[in-house]
């Protein structure tokens, strides 16, 4: 079926236009479990609006249903190689296909099809053979490649998972004519997961080289496979998701174990920040604020506080200080850091706390217990929500982010745009968007510390209580943090770069 361009995917001339495949565990609004999702579909989309011809392959898992998306047959039968000697020789897979949506700003996405490892799987992730449903997904992709007539000049791979892409390419695929000229590039959104294992764990006999062939399906070794180890020696080039992070990783304190072989790396690895999708996040036309409101009429936010405390079953009064967590209950994001003083806080502040994610039940285990002592101060909801944060960051004053690493985040940039004000360690991505208020100099965007220590996170919290009582200065610090730009504009003209450079040297390096 011939692939059309709406009027709001742009047509550049197409010696500029690129041809990108994204490979994915995850794409919004198909299926999203964390920030990667959400940048699948704001990049892509972002790509695709400054005129490339860009796509996108994730497995067809449970959830998604065809109707409801009008998933159209691509290619049935599809068979996939397992390099078993034993099992099976290969996996049988179908590609359906959604068509380009510009108007929702949805790019062509394929759906790799396999009854035994995606469509009978309710989560994403967490399964004992992860590894093998993400090497399926890698060599799923290649086999459709090759029967199709559209080729991508670069592919982009998402963490260890799709990482393994990359790998798999320049090996199995090397001897390809069309296959072996597509350039890859592997995007780093979390170096601390590695394979379907806790790399910290391994036993050093059990450590994968990361150079052999990745073994059979049907091979217990292939569940002990280092996927960004791969990857990251594997892809043309490299990058993450922030410039700050993109230097910390190359230390030893953020390599996650892998800070040598990134700077041997060094000249491949660029940091790109993600953007905001200010379609997604416009509080004059959001979709789920009560009361919409802009900069210009601040006063409005006081409603929206209201909703969120009753939404929380909290007292309503705009006097609290409304802070709230937004996030993966982990213990990446620090808010762990909060158990030994948030007692302190909500007793001698007028305070209120609500709190959204799902993760680590112990995380989760502090916040029930904050509420259960401070039942008119704590609201908590433990489990994935897309709208909720909306109504969150409309409402509540700050948002708290003591994140231990933070390759970019994006609630953040969500709160600043909702002119809720981010308390942030200065890390990653949070200390490439938030400037520390200088009351003074009348700058700054948010509060920034830079301990992983209780007592820091303390003292940023007070300076902004403090601030929050000092109405017009406030006020003018919402305006800045809401004016700030946090679109993909010049992030998708990184990307550009990138992927020209990374067709450059794979084709150099091809001759060479
Ligand atoms: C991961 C990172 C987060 C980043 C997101 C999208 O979830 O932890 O910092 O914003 O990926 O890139």
Redesign the pocket.
Known sequence: MQHHLGSLFRIIPSAKRLRILFVSTEAEPFVAV???G??MHSLSKALAQRGHDVRMMIPRYLKINDEEWGLKMEHSNLLVPTENQEGPKELICNVKRYNANPGKGIVTTYFLENMEYYEQRANVYGYADDAIRWVLLCRGTLEFLKTSDWIPQVIVCTDWQTGLLADILKTFYRDDSKLSKIATVLSI??LSAQGSFNYKFVPTEEIDDGYSFIPAFEDPKLLKINGMHRAITSADVINT?SSTYAQEIMSPSYGEGLDELLRKRKDAVVGIL?GLDYETWNPRQDQVLKYRFSEAALDVRAKNKAVLQEHFGLPVSDNYFVAAVVARMDV?KGIDLLESIIQNLLQDLKMQLVVVGEGDARLMEIFLNMKTFFPEQVGAKFSYDAELPHLIFGGADVALIPSRF?????TQMEAMAFGCIPIVRRT??LADTVEDFNPARGTGTGFVFDKVDPLSLLIAITRAYESFHHGPEWRQLQKRAMRKDLSWTNSAKQYEELFRKAIELHSKNQLG
Do not use: A, D, I
Request: aromatic residues 0%; without cysteine.
């Open positions: 964390g920030g990667l959400v940048v959104h979390n998701v993600n990446q933070e390759p970019s985040g994006l990653g991505g």
